[in-house]
């Protein structure tokens, strides 16, 4: 079965699970981040000594990133965009998505590997010069 995207489409489904992982609550003080921006942008650092980056392995074996930010408040709030374990009905969504991209790159030649590595590069807050040939014309 053939998954039909268009350049448009795919982009507009990358954004989409980019975005699905938000809004994102302080559990303290209640403050919501829209957005990844919001959060990256409305919080701190949790020292200056330290990045914030955590690299884990997942228990299917995908590497992780997580991200340690402090709120406003001081509570230190966490994000990671590909924890597979996420089984709310954002996670679900997010993980279809991530298949269908996943899917639609196979389909247009990529490999399994160097897809899913791309896919998760851009979901870190990186750039992939791979995925930028599925960029529609502006």
Known sequence: MTTHF????????????????????CANCGRIYQSEEDFLT???HISAEKSGLKSSIDDDGTIIVEAF????CG?????????RRDL?????????????????????GLEFEVARSELLKVLRGGKSEILKQFRPPT
């Open 88 to 108: 709310s009905a954002n996670g679900l969504a997010r993980r279809e998505k991530f298949d269908a991209l996943i899917k639609y790159l196979l389909e247009q």
């Open 6 to 25: 268009t350049d448009a489409q795919f982009f507009k489904g990358l954004r989409a699970l980019l975005e699905s992982a938000f809004p994102k609550r």
């Open 42 to 44: 409305q919080t701190q």
């Open 69 to 72: 930010r402090n709120c406003i």
């Open 75 to 83: 509570s230190t709030l966490m994000d990671f965009f590909s924890d």
